[in-house]
């Protein structure tokens, strides 16, 4: 990278698959937004960049999720939540909560990547973080290979809120690192709205 870049250079920044999901808001026009129609109720559903198999975007969490790189999570809710505070966004959420690990991954692994674009988003928000809002009971194994029946079976009943009073009253907007089918955020956004939180919003680093 030349001097001054950080963790992506700019010929790569360029190349990046980024959405306008932004732009549409919460509209038929947001694609992120019609999975989750019928499902739970989401206000807002954002995802930073287009997941495409063996991209840059994969390499890019392949990094994250399993080579440390903690602090490229960081930098890309940093990059991510400026441009949703530009469209005035910051405004409508009081609570940033990451979807969780289990405490075994979590040990395994050191750190959890949604913590990570969470603490990004919080800081260039200017929004609270709260990282043990919501905890998962249950190792589920990886998702990668299961359908979206299987996806949602898997997540049903394992996520709970640890501290109700934390989000009892907030808009809340839950941050992952990918969204496939959907399933694992639909089911922290049931587990949030059932403890109180006023609504639910999701982002994520990317949506294939």
Request: aromatic share 10%; glycine share 8%; hydrophobic share 35%.
């Amino acid at each position: 990278m030349a001097r001054g870049e950080k963790y992506i250079c700019t010929g790569c920044n360029i190349k990046l698959p980024y959405t306008d999901y932004h732009l549409h808001g919460a509209t038929e026009l947001n694609p992120l937004q019609r999975r989750f129609w019928g499902k739970v109720q989401v206000r807002y559903a954002f995802s930073y960049l287009l997941f495409m198999p063996k991209g840059r975007v994969q390499r890019i969490l392949h990094k994250l999720k399993y080579k440390g790189a903690k602090e490229l999570g960081e930098h890309l809710g940093k990059r991510y939540g400026s441009l949703l505070s530009d469209h005035h966004y910051h405004e409508q959420f009081d609570l940033v909560v990451p979807v969780p690990l289990h405490k075994y991954k979590l040990r395994r692994r050191g750190y959890n990547q949604s913590d990570c674009f969470s603490k990004g988003l919080s800081e260039s928000m200017q929004l609270p973080f709260k990282a043990d809002a919501l905890m998962r009971t249950l190792d589920t194994g990886t998702q990668t290979r299961k359908n979206r029946l299987d996806r949602w079976y898997n997540v049903e009943q394992v996520f709970q809120v640890k501290h109700p009073d934390s989000v009892q009253g907030k808009r809340i907007l839950l941050a992952d690192d990918v969204m496939t089918t959907g399933a694992t955020l639909e089911a922290c956004a049931a587990a949030l709205l059932a403890a109180g939180a006023t609504e639910v919003s999701v982002v994520t680093i990317a949506a294939a």
